[in-house]
């Protein structure tokens, strides 16, 4: 069975193992690199657990017989608390497909709820249509919004959105 569990300086090790393992397996799906964050110091890590400590921002670890399996996390927007941004999005390839990634952005949506947030926005890579198909089977829907994505200057970034004023299902 797997399990969600905060982010926290008692899995700080886990979490910084499956970042760099989602980094590495997922290059395009991040704003971030693995040759970036391999180089972070201890102290790097250690701020990235404050930001995510349940008030403006959370990370989920989920977890199958202590292995972790996937990682998300979601902010509340800096300008319009109202909202929430689904961050660091990843399931272990093996993982995929089982309900792992819906059981973590699900995590993401009732903290912001409970943070009174209204909405749930994300971006994801253009061309990563297995990305977007799920977040589209979860009830997200493309804003039309669009950026570069800052690693590959030939791709570009869309928003999602799904609302949050009513419970999922």
Same mark, same amino acid.
């Given at each position: 069975m797997i399990?969600? $569990?905060? $982010?926290?300086r008692e899995n700080l090790e886990l979490f910084r193992t499956v970042r760099l393992g989602a980094l590495e397996d997922s290059p395009?799906?991040?704003?971030?690199?693995?040759?970036?964050?391999?180089q972070f110091e201890p102290e790097e890590w250690m701020r990235r657990l404050e930001r995510w400590n349940?008030?403006?921002?959370?990370?989920?670890?989920?977890?199958?017989?202590?292995?972790?399996?996937?990682?998300a996390g979601g902010f509340l927007d800096e300008t319009d608390s109202g909202r929430a941004d689904l961050v660091s999005m990843w399931t272990?390839?093996?993982y995929r497909r089982l309900g792992v990634g819906r059981?973590? $952005?699900?995590?993401?949506?009732?903290?912001?709820?409970?943070?009174g947030a209204h909405s749930l926005r994300l971006m994801v890579t253009s061309g990563n249509e297995a990305a977007i198909g799920f977040y589209l089977r979860l009830g997200f829907?493309?804003?039309?919004?669009?950026?570069?994505?800052p690693n590959d200057a030939a791709l570009v970034e869309q928003e999602?959105?799904?609302s949050l004023l009513k419970e999922p299902g």
């Open positions: 399990e969600l $569990v905060p $982010v926290g395009r799906a991040f704003c971030s690199t693995y040759a970036r964050e391999a349940g008030e403006r921002g959370i990370g989920y670890l989920a977890l199958d017989n202590g292995e972790g399996c996937g990682i272990a390839p093996s059981q973590l $952005v699900e995590g993401v949506m009732d903290w912001a709820r409970r943070r829907q493309n804003t039309g919004r669009t950026a570069p994505y999602m959105v799904i």
